[in-house]
Structures are given as C-alpha cells and as structure tokens.
C-alpha cells in the first residue's frame, strides 16, 4: 500500500501554488495530483516520493494535512484493462471511494490509485487475480 497525502485548500487564487512550492521547497517530487473543489474549498490529493517530509513542509506552510493509505494498481493500456480491475474489486463487495491514475511516459499501463473500503481483502483479491499491486518503492521512484 502508498502512502497519499490529503490537503484541504481555500478556493483562492495562488494557494494551489503555494502549496507545489512549498513542496518543491523542500525537494518532493511529486509522483500524481488530483484536485476536486467545490466553491469554497478544494481537496488535493498527492501521491509523492517522500510523503512524511512533504507532510512536514505543508503544515510548516500553514496547509491542513492529513495522510491515507491507498492501493496501487498497474493497470494495463488496453481497452477493458479498468475494467478487469473493478470487476475483482468489486467481487469482494469492497466499495471504490475514489480513484485516479497516472502514467509512466513511454510505459504500456497506467498507475491506478484506489482507496476502498477494506484495502487488504482488496489487495489480496487483485494479487489473487494475477494483477500487480505496487508497493511504495516502486510508486514513490521516478520512473517505475
């Protein structure tokens, strides 16, 4: 499982800035971003190379913090590929709270971030069904 890091953010002009510089300040590499909003405030959600030091960083800029294991998932390039991936999930009656992905440039499948409801009968019903579950090292690295 990966560690991701949750900040709440004004819906302010600047602040989704001052929050990458302040990562940026403190040498995190940012691995996935992901931003929802609603007319006052946003959620961001960060997959990064040193979760704990950009925790630090962000509540030393004064940013509302929180971090939350997720999965993730290679999720092939090809047609169906998601779609082969819920259906486990969804076999073991786990609920999708979210999800969203990346890709590696010039890799043939995609990183497929998840946060369910029971990870580990997840993780065990997807590495049962021959699909790959990525550990830390292998998502926080450039290049996986």
């Not at 169906?80 to 076999?91: F, H, R, Y």
């Not at 990183?111 to 009968?121: E, G, M, Q, S």
């Not at 019903?125 to 990525?134: F, N």
């Amino acid at each position: 499982m990966v560690m991701q890091l949750t900040v709440f953010l004004e819906n302010s002009p600047g602040r989704l800035a001052g929050l990458t510089r302040a990562l940026g300040n403190a040498g995190v590499n940012m691995r996935a971003l992901m931003v929802a909003d609603t007319a006052e405030f946003g959620v961001v959600r960060i997959i990064c190379d040193r979760p704990e030091v950009a925790r630090g960083a962000l509540e030393g800029a004064g940013f509302s913090v929180s971090v939350t294991t997720v999965i993730a998932v290679e999720v092939p390039d090809r047609p169906g590929g998601l779609a082969d991936v819920l259906e486990v999930i969804g076999s073991v009656d786990a609920n999708v709270e979210y999800a969203y992905c990346f890709v590696e440039p010039g890799g043939n499948s995609a990183i497929d971030i998840f946060r369910v409801d029971d990870a580990r009968t997840v993780t065990d019903a997807l590495r049962a069904a021959g699909i790959r579950v990525l550990g830390e090292d292998e998502v926080y690295a450039s290049g996986s």
